[in-house]
């Protein structure tokens, strides 16, 4: 169980609320870390990402569930937060144009790669849900 209420839990929060994407790590079929960026939503207890079906993550996830996610750090190399937990097909999420949330914070973006909603959400169909277990992090070092 992770403790929102610490410091590195707040750190953590005070990112996923303002962050547009988050690295998720799957581990492929040979044992080896696959990272690719993503964007997501967090519905205060999961995190809900979509990808295309043909994406190997969705393999990957099918075979070991268990992920990684983690912002980029800051400049200096510091500020890190990596979440672990079980990633899942979450066949009853909402399609991405009927998920408000996603496209209040993507709707820019996806007319950005010149796609509609509707193409967008037809593309990225699959959605994965990754319901975090651990937090880990490193906090920025504090100024001299």
């Given at each position: 169980m992770i403790d929102w209420d610490n410091d590195l839990g707040q750190r953590t929060l005070a990112r996923i609320g303002s962050e547009e994407v988050i690295w998720l790590t799957t581990i492929s079929p040979s044992g080896f870390p696959q990272p690719r960026p993503v964007?997501?939503?967090?519905?205060?207890?999961?995190f809900l990402i979509y990808s295309m079906p043909t994406a190997k993550?969705?393999?990957?996830?099918?075979?070991?569930?268990?992920?990684a996610l983690h912002f980029n750090t800051?400049?200096?190399?510091?500020?890190?937060?990596?979440i672990l937990g079980d990633a899942y097909i979450d066949a009853s999420a909402p399609?991405?144009?009927?998920?408000?949330?996603?496209?209040?914070?993507?709707?820019?973006?996806?007319?950005?790669?010149?796609?509609?909603?509707?193409?967008?959400?037809?593309?990225?169909?699959?959605?994965?849900?990754?319901?975090?277990?651990?937090?880990?992090?490193?906090?920025?070092?504090?100024?001299?």
């Amino acid at each position: 169980m992770i403790d929102w209420d610490n410091d590195l839990g707040q750190r953590t929060l005070a990112r996923i609320g303002s962050e547009e994407v988050i690295w998720l790590t799957t581990i492929s079929p040979s044992g080896f870390p696959q990272p690719r960026p993503v964007w997501f939503v967090w519905d205060g207890h999961t995190f809900l990402i979509y990808s295309m079906p043909t994406a190997k993550k969705i393999r990957h996830i099918s075979q070991t569930p268990q992920v990684a996610l983690h912002f980029n750090t800051n400049t200096d190399g510091e500020d890190i937060q990596v979440i672990l937990g079980d990633a899942y097909i979450d066949a009853s999420a909402p399609p991405t144009k009927q998920n408000i949330a996603y496209s209040e914070k993507y709707g820019a973006g996806i007319l950005a790669l010149g796609m509609t909603e509707e193409t967008y959400s037809a593309t990225f169909s699959v959605a994965l849900r990754v319901v975090p277990s651990r937090l880990r992090g490193l906090e920025p070092l504090p100024e001299l």
